[in-house]
């Protein structure tokens, strides 16, 4: 099984909305790809409640992705987790490149980035819609690999 991992800042909204639409895709597409989903600063999420963002929840829900009733809370990236990862992706490289070469600068150039603004420059409807986007793009790449 491959694996991709996504980053983003709290591993709370983008990274997870991302994780769960990619294995719901995948899986509808029969693919040897499972995703993850890790922060690279859980630190400045202070204010997040619960496991999961409320945007994210909702709009996977809109797309009928279930997720289990046990949610898991925002884990932080580890230096296994860039080890075991086939695919790296962070969702924004103006926010997220910057702490790879603070947390992880080994790994700063061998990771992909987007550019999925977070809430407080990009509406939730437009980057989730984005990332959105970018999924189906990969994984019709992945799909014809």
Not at 54 to 66: C, F, I, K, N, S
Request: proline share 4%; hydrophobic share 45%.
């Amino acid at each position: 099984m491959n694996k991709i991992l996504f980053l983003c800042t709290g591993n709370y909204y983008r990274s997870r909305f991302a994780e769960n639409l990619f294995n719901w895709l995948a899986t509808k597409q029969g693919l040897d790809w499972e995703a993850d989903s890790r922060g690279l600063a859980l630190e400045q999420g202070v204010n997040n409640v619960g496991p999961i963002s409320r945007y994210a929840l909702e709009a996977l829900a809109v797309r009928l992705v279930d997720l289990p009733d046990d949610e898991r809370f925002p884990l932080p990236a580890t230096e296994l987790d860039f080890q075991s990862a086939t695919k790296i992706i962070a969702l924004d490289e103006f926010e997220h490149r910057p702490l790879m070469n603070e947390r992880f600068p080994q790994w700063v150039d061998a990771i992909e980035y987007w550019l999925v603004h977070d809430i407080d420059k990009t509406s939730a409807k437009v980057a989730l819609e984005q990332i959105e986007k970018n999924l189906l793009q990969l994984i019709e790449q992945l799909s014809q690999s």
